[in-house]
């Protein structure tokens, strides 16, 4: 009996181990784990995560819960792990200035934001991470106040510009842009994946210097990766407040000159039309839309797809959805699938075509059949075909 007891006490603390491998959050409010922080003389690590975020489901499983993260973790931290959209989570990240998720913040115990971090962090980084918070001379806010002191030298600037981009600091581009001030050659890797990675539109040099040196930074990080940041910092330099639209065309347009000379023209007439069906302009996104593809054309079955079914949703004119129409047969053509024949049987019965329609939707059944396809939505159009 005594040696049963022995093994359950055994397995009881060994299962009791492994449960505190990873990292233990406090389960009380924020004045409980800012008091025990103050008491225990430590900063308060706070996951502000949402329930909705993928990554941060995939840190709590495949980082927090590590037996190292644990241990660096539970030893100089009092680890908070925080919904920023229940409870105390939407003060806190008013308070925090939580802008995505998941967002790592360190706090000391007076409530002031030490350092702090956004996105992703895999077990090496995210311990790297905790061992920068708990450097005084590391910290975002240390950084802060250094700059704010005047310190100008080029390695301070440097780890600074990296501190602020990782924590997605407002001012990330200019910090970045003063330490560039230091440096004679900005080609270097480590300056040219600085530049890339910290542009977010505010500053024009740092788009510039992309749009430039396209080429180059392509052989870092692939053509398709570059294009598309170019095409983030376009669209992130407008302001939602401009309501003269030409204008805006006007920016567009130098933008995409500059950073795409060779398809500015395409690219330009594809954010007219995509502007006008944002704001809700059917009219003038049909015009738009009919001459960008007339003009341009596409060999893509699903953007000539997409542009088909806008029209069947938004459109009612009779030249336009004969347009729709074509790019729809097109994209049929290009592939042949469930999802474009239904969009073409739509088009044809909205004309008000019952053979072609009819003939349209199934076949798109016959596909989605034999794909194993939900096809509910073409079959409750074909019974509506049937009764015209």
Sequence with gaps: MKFLRILAFSLFALSSLFAQEGIQFEKGNWNDIMAKAKAENKLVFMDAYASWCGPCKMMSR????????????????????????????????????????PTLLFIDSDGELAHRAVGYHGVEQFLELGKTALDPNKRMSTLTARYAKGDRSPEF??????AAMNSMDPNAEQITLAYLETQEDWSTEDNMRLIFESASGAEPKL?????????AFAELYGEDVVNGQLQRLIISTLDPNVTDEQETFKKIDEAYQKAFPEDAASLSANFRMNYYGMIGDMGKFAEEAAAYFEKHGSDDSMELNNIAWSFFESVDDKKMLEKAVQWAEKSVKLEDAYYNNDTLASLYFKLGNKKKAKKAAEHAIQLAKENGEDYSATQELLERINEL
């Design 207 to 215: 788009f510039d210097y992309i749009a430039e040196h396209r080429a």
């Design 157 to 162: 600037l440097y780890n600074y510009a990296m």
């Design 62 to 101: 495949d980082v927090f819960s590590q037996a190292s993260v644990g241990a660096f973790f539970n030893e100089n931290f009092i680890n908070a792990k925080i919904d920023m959209e229940e409870g105390e989570g939407p003060d806190l990240s008013n308070l925090y200035g939580v802008m995505a998720y």
